[in-house]
T-cell receptor
Framework: GAGVSQSPSNKVTEKGKDVELRCDPISGHTALYWYRQSLGQGLEFLIYFQGNSAPDKSGLPSDRFSAERTGGSVSTLTIQRTQQEDSAVYLC????????????FGPGTRLTVT | QKEVEQNSGPLSVPEGAIASLNCTYSDRGSQSFFWYRQYSGKSPELIMFIYSNGDKEDGRFTAQLNKASQYVSLLIRDSQPSDSATYLCAPDSGAGSYQLTFGKGTKLSVIP
């Protein structure tokens, strides 16, 4: 079956611009996660959605970052007024239900802020 | 601050040898432990998980867990060049928690 998909695969933007990153989870997966991975670094948790419940935003690094999930499926991560330190690979993952550690990752979006 | 420590490597082993990857974690509330493999330029994929103290074997992979020592390891027997990747250790954040805390990973290189 189809895995987690993300778009765009690469995004180059100028400092100060807003960007939107999209994630399509595996059909039937109720939990969706966003992570950020900077060069040579581990995965940094950003935000988590479970069904229609309020998301856990505890990992968002600043108020420039926000995310939404429409209809319990597709999610969009928005970064406003991008900064160079936002450059990273943004990974989305989904799992069948919350609390299950078997997360399936998408291919990621490589964001470069110039 | 929850911490997950892994030797960044690179860990180099000859083909056919046993690769031993280690991980220590700070959160005593962690109940479940996951090992993800990440090839260069690719996304992580789950290869093993373990919940109970002791060993769990799956093919050439064995996960070992010692909750008292807050230590989890992954052994890869008969290492192959295709095993060359970064291995990420990820404990959960407590009983029933959805959140995983990932270590920075150990880069393994299997030399033919």
């Amino acid at each position: 079956g189809a895995g987690v998909s993300q778009s765009p695969s690469n995004k180059v933007t100028e400092k100060g611009k807003d960007v939107e990153l999209r994630c399509d989870p595996i059909s039937g997966h109720t939990a969706l996660y966003w992570y950020r991975q900077s060069l040579g670094q581990g995965l940094e948790f950003l935000i988590y959605f479970q069904g229609n419940s309020a998301p856990d935003k505890s990992g968002l690094p600043s108020d420039r970052f926000s995310a939404e999930r429409t209809g319990g499926s597709v999610s969009t991560l928005t970064i406003q007024r991008t900064q160079q330190e936002d450059s990273a690979v943004y990974l989305c993952a989904s799992s069948l239900w919350a609390g299950e550690g078997e997360q399936y990752f998408g291919p990621g979006t490589r964001l470069t802020v110039t | 601050q929850k911490e997950v420590e892994q030797n960044s490597g690179p860990l180099s082993v000859p083909e056919g040898a046993i690769a031993s990857l280690n991980c220590t974690y700070s959160d005593r509330g962690s109940q479940s432990f996951f090992w993800y493999r990440q090839y260069s330029g690719k996304s992580p994929e789950l290869i093993m998980f373990i919940y109970s103290n002791g060993d769990k074997e799956d093919g050439r992979f064995t996960a070992q867990l010692n909750k008292a020592s807050q230590y989890v390891s992954l052994l890869i027997r008969d290492s192959q060049p295709s095993d060359s990747a970064t291995y990420l250790c990820a404990p959960d954040s407590g009983a029933g928690s959805y959140q995983l805390t990932f270590g920075k990973g150990t880069k393994l290189s299997v030399i033919p």
